[in-house]
């Protein structure tokens, strides 16, 4: 049978102050809160059995003074320092920490790098759209770039697109040729999202009509097609009504998914429960824990020594992870 891996995580969301107004965002706030150090500790113990500490957070949330003299009042001079040493706190505590931090320098990227299994930033669409009108990190160049400096550091990736948010058919077929390119030159992306976009109450697209199940099957095999064989198709379980149809056109991973968290970008959608996802299996595909950095680049050795011996502790002989 063929395998379908998820990943045992907790969502940590550091803050959700964040430079950019996406229409469809319901995360965004505009609190300029920040979590402390006691704040994650407590999380990451509520987090028995396991390994990935998800770091999800508004993009460059540092522009604003107010948000700058919380830094201040902690003892930092930058937000990504802040999430450096948050990194470092979760490793140290037995984590493998994946970080979704928006868009990137090639200088923010390594610094972040040796205190990270594996990093993402969704791609959305390689096309301007209107949603993103007040957004300047959703531009498609400069998210590219990050995706690409990536790719220079040898980061294991995780990518994606989201469908439903005012592309056609045409700008899902660029936006994953886009991400084919780049890897074919890299080789770093270990993940490709197919999500679907989920109306928000309160937001400016809360009244717009979702994908249908047919156009995000439609895109699921699209992907399978355009994307090298070494790159996986993840469909968010929480976001669909069954995986199995999705797993049938190709998809082969269901992301993270925590018995300690929600899902705060999409609080409305509960994960499924490990069981129920078994059974949406029907017995054609056995499913496998991984960790958040892919089997192949745990092969590869691509990671820094800081977080080599987790790693090594926590992945079996085929690099998933290891049974306990």
């Not at 999800?56 to 001079?77: A, Q, V």
């Not at 999202?193 to 937001?203: D, L």
């Amino acid at each position: 049978m063929e395998v379908v891996t998820f990943s045992r995580n907790v969502f940590i969301p550091l803050t959700r102050t964040c430079r950019n107004r996406c229409a469809y965002c319901g995360f965004r706030r505009n609190d300029f809160k920040l979590m402390t150090r006691e704040d994650v500790i407590d999380l990451l113990a509520r987090a028995v059995n396991t390994v990935e500490a998800l770091f999800t957070f508004g993009e460059k949330p540092d522009i604003y003074p107010r948000f700058r003299k919380k830094l201040r009042e902690i003892g930092y001079s930058n937000f990504l320092d802040y999430v450096r040493d948050m990194n470092k706190l979760a490793v140290n505590m037995g984590f493998l920490p994946h970080t979704n931090a928006g868009v990137l320098s090639y200088y923010e990227l390594k610094k972040l790098k040796p205190y990270n299994a594996s990093m993402g930033l969704m791609l959305e669409q390689a096309v301007e759209l209107e949603c993103h009108a007040n957004s300047p990190g959703k531009k498609p160049e400069i998210r590219i770039r990050t995706i690409i400096n990536a790719g220079k550091l040898k980061i294991p990736f995780t990518t994606g697109i989201l469908v439903g948010i005012g592309e056609n058919e045409y700008d899902r077929e660029y936006s994953l040729e886009v991400i084919r390119e780049i890897h074919c030159n890299y080789g770093h992306i270990q993940e490709v999202i197919i999500q679907n976009f989920v109306p928000k109450r309160g937001t400016p697209m809360e009244r717009r009509k979702p994908p249908s199940f047919e156009e995000m099957m439609k895109t699921v095999k699209i992907a399978r097609k355009i994307l090298p064989d070494d790159v996986t198709i993840q469909i968010p379980p929480n976001l669909v009504d069954d995986v199995y149809p999705f797993l049938k056109a190709g998809a082969r991973d269901l992301g993270g998914i925590s018995e300690v968290t929600p899902d705060f970008i999409n609080p409305d959608n509960p994960w499924p429960s490990i069981d129920r996802i078994k059974n949406c299996l029907r017995g054609e595909f056995v499913l496998k824990e991984r960790l958040p950095i892919y089997p192949r680049f745990v092969k590869l050795g691509w990671f820094d020594h800081e977080i080599g011996k987790l790693i090594k502790d926590y992945a079996d002989d085929g690099g998933y992870r290891r049974a306990y």
